[in-house]
């Protein structure tokens, strides 16, 4: 049996104030990414570039201004060892997961050659290669 796993990214805007991970983030395009994991996944979590993996119903954080748009490349590699160590440790590289992508380029180029080869897991990344406006479009009509 398979256990597809959605992995939604973090989103600069935020609200003012501390807020379970779900509700931390506000902008259109994570409400759209969010909807589509709730709906589409077994379950799904959220990559922080601050805080690495989170659960979508943990406890409140507080907002940050931290990306890994544009970091580099040490960042990013830093960042995919620490998300691939909290991702084994979640039970979620386990033969039969199958992760699904709703992120940039900057958030799994580091972190699929980890994954990559494992066996028994399987990744997909549904919007890879599309614009942001053609990526807001495509969540758009999965929603509807």
């Not at 979508?56 to 990013?76: C, F, H, M, Q, S």
Request: hydrophobic letters at 30%; charged letters at 25%.
């Amino acid at each position: 049996m398979t256990l597809e796993i959605g992995l939604v990214s973090c989103v600069k805007t935020k609200q003012d104030s501390p807020a379970i991970p779900r509700d931390l983030y506000t902008s259109s395009y994570y409400q759209k990414m969010r909807s589509y994991a709730e709906k589409e996944h077994d379950e799904w979590w959220i990559l922080s570039a601050k805080h690495g993996l989170l659960d979508p119903n943990g406890p409140p954080i507080e907002p940050y201004d931290e990306t890994l748009t544009g970091a580099r490349v040490t960042k990013k590699r830093d960042w995919a060892e620490m998300v691939y160590q909290e991702l084994k440790e979640a039970g979620l590289l386990d033969p039969g997961i199958h992760l699904v992508f709703h992120a940039g380029q900057d958030y799994y180029s580091e972190l699929l050659p980890k994954i990559r080869g494992l066996t028994g897991v399987s990744v997909e990344i549904p919007t890879e290669g599309l614009s942001i406006g053609e990526t807001l479009s495509w969540y758009k009509e999965q929603n509807n």
